[in-house]
């Protein structure tokens, strides 16, 4: 099965929009300060104020996210495994940080009623 790059446009805006909702902060705990020993975090109201700045903070804060010459891809203009790949970041980023997101609910509440016998 081949999913289309629209719907994994549509998939990265609908988790971004669910991490966006459901928390005040995220720390990345791939990227520690050494100094410090303190893990890089982002704040809602400081670092980020709605969808769109959180996208570009993860797309940042991506270290193996798509390079364009000097500037990360755009979401639009990027290849279907990269983006993959960004989303199976987020995807990461939220587990860590205990962020409960809709649609891996739905997909395993689904799961257990395909299975459940």
Not at 27 to 46: A, H, P, S
Request: hydrophobic share 35%; glycine share 4%.
């Amino acid at each position: 099965m081949q999913i289309s790059s629209q719907f994994n446009k549509f998939l990265h805006g609908r988790i971004l929009a669910d991490v966006y909702r459901k928390t005040n902060g995220i720390i990345f705990y791939e990227l520690k300060d050494t100094r410090t020993n303190d893990y890089f975090c982002i704040v809602k109201g400081v670092d980020y104020s709605d969808v769109d700045d959180l996208k570009q903070l993860f797309k940042l804060l991506n270290l193996n996210y798509a390079v364009d010459g000097d500037k990360k891809q755009s979401t639009k203009d990027i290849e279907v495994k990269p983006l993959l790949e960004h989303i199976e970041f987020i995807l990461k980023v939220c587990a860590e940080n205990d962020i409960e997101l809709d649609m891996v609910k739905e997909d395993f509440e689904r799961m257990i009623k395909q299975y459940d016998t």
